[in-house]
């Protein structure tokens, strides 16, 4: 839902209202699992990014917060932390993101995952899932400093002894998630854009493909003006908000579990 509404220049058959609009029309009109395109690929990419991402989030938050305010808790170093586990995250999973968009997109004339990766290798080259990344760490570099650094303030107010405490851990993700992909939005549009390189819009740039920053953010207000900028921002939050609970609470219960079992063969010793 969120590619095919931050979209530029869709199809009228492929132009809603709203989040609700979309999933009944794409359901009703392209199959009942059409909105769930791509999730394969997402969850192939996921697992080793996500594996990066919380190891190097942990080691970084605990060396810098050690430095930075030795026994105590450091908004700058979560935020820092979160900043150098993107690079991690985002190196491991931008191939299966444009895969993923590709097969999202209204009239995608791929069926299978492999037959998009090798189109976009042959017609594009390599570099063609890599277009976004400094995009996407534009993106998500402020979004992963937001993210944690409200999850990790939340917690403060929330669970201040900082105990495995299940429903402080999904509320406090939600937020978190709610208020970066809010304030993240126009910068997703462009990823989308590089990533998509909608067709119509391309039309608007002299250059056979958009690459970069600078000429995403032209290209969209050109087609758009200010208002495309913030195109999908609603789906983006309902998608932030569920994702971002879940992978803390997930998180932080395989935390717990694995922290006292150690604790416990201390103890056995």
Known sequence: ???????????????????????????RTEGVWRPMRGMNITATGAGPAHALYFACYEKLKKTLSDVIHAGGNSHVANGAAGCVAT???????????VVKQRMQMYNSPYQRVMDCVQAVWRNEGAGAFYRSYTTQLTMNIPFQAIHFMTYEFLQEQLNPH???????????????GA????????????????????SLALSSNISRHITGMANAF????????????????????????????????????????????????????
């Open 179 to 198: 208020v970066a992909a809010a304030a993240t939005t126009p910068l997703d549009v462009c990823k989308t854009l590089l990533n998509t390189q909608e």
């Open 87 to 97: 690079l991690l995250h985002d190196a491991a999973m931008n191939p299966a993101e």
């Open 218 to 269: 032209r290209t969209v207000y050109q087609v758009g003006g200010v208002t495309a900028y913030f195109r999908g921002v609603q789906a983006r939050v309902i998608y932030q908000m569920p994702s971002t609970a879940i992978a803390w609470s997930v998180y932080e219960f395989f935390k717990y579990i694995l922290t006292k079992r150690q604790e416990e063969r201390r103890a056995g010793k």
């Open 1 to 27: 839902l969120q590619t095919r509404m931050q979209s530029l220049q869709p199809e009228p058959a492929a132009r809603y209202r709203n989040v609700l609009e979309a999933l009944w029309r794409i359901a």
């Open 162 to 176: 900082r105990q495995y405490n299940p429903g402080s851990h999904v509320v406090s993700g939600a937020c978190a």
